[in-house]
């Protein structure tokens, strides 16, 4: 089974227009961490948000929020106030294991176009 | 500055040759990551690296070999038998403190096979 599943190849969002991108995750961990990472065309890769097992309030980090559905087991970034330079392809990560043997993995990614 | 420096950015090489990555950093973390990262695929795992002289096949490890001999250092070796090794390859690490499991990435090296 897949542990993070992202099942929007690409979306599209019109400029200061909210959009939200789905991430689901499967683990049988009582503590994980799930995060959200941005790859621009250069290549690198910026984090943007995390969110703990254990957090009881939804994370932000500015412009994003991650809706945390435990129940569900999902992990969906909100990005509000859209803006050109959002374009980018956006990873689901999350990190399981014991101290000492954590290993982080992430989805395939979602290709998001910011439309002017 | 600190961060991870990861090199060569570009690499060619004929089939059947070993080739080595190098991925060095400076941010004193422990832990230590190599990922591949193919078109429609996302990131996936191949070694990690918890701590100096261990380290953990990831998901797809075969054809690949690490060492982590010094805290800072972490390379990759693709070796021939890597079936398809063009790729874009990125290294990353973390600290287990303040935010555990956030990734500090490389810029990445994109390895062609000719």
């Known amino acids: 089974a897949q542990k993070i599943t992202q099942t929007q190849p690409g979306m599209f969002v019109q400029e200061k227009e909210a959009v939200t991108l789905d991430c689901t995750y499967d683990t049988s961990d009582q503590s994980y961490g799930l995060f959200w990472y941005k790859q621009p065309s250069s290549g690198e890769m910026i984090f943007l948000i995390y969110?703990?097992?254990?957090?009881?309030q939804n994370a932000t980090e500015g412009r994003y929020s991650l809706n945390f559905q435990k129940a569900r087991k999902s992990a969906n970034l909100v990005i509000s106030a859209s803006q050109l330079g959002d374009s980018a392809m956006y990873f689901c990560?999350?990190?399981?294991?014991?101290?000492?043997?954590?290993?982080?993995?992430f989805g395939i990614g979602t290709k998001l176009q910011v439309i002017p | 500055d600190g961060g991870i420096t990861q090199s060569p950015k570009y690499l060619f090489r004929k089939e059947g040759q070993n080739v080595t990555l190098s991925c060095e950093q400076n941010?004193?973390?422990?832990?230590m990551y190599w990922y591949r990262q193919d078109p429609g695929q996302g990131l996936r795992l191949i070694y990690y690296?918890?701590?100096?002289?261990?380290?953990q096949k990831g998901d797809i490890a075969e054809g690949y070999s690490v060492s982590r001999e010094k805290k800072e250092s972490f390379p990759l070796t693709v070796t021939s038998a890597q079936k398809n090794p063009t790729a874009f390859y990125l290294c990353a690490s973390s600290i287990d403190r303040t935010l555990p499991g956030e990734l500090f990435f490389g810029e990445g090296s994109r390895l062609t096979v000719l």
């Open positions: 990560a999350m990190r399981e294991g014991a101290r000492g043997y954590q290993k982080v993995t």
């Open positions: 941010l004193n973390h422990d832990a």
């Open positions: 969110q703990g097992s254990y957090d009881e």
């Open positions: 690296s918890q701590i100096v002289n261990d380290f």
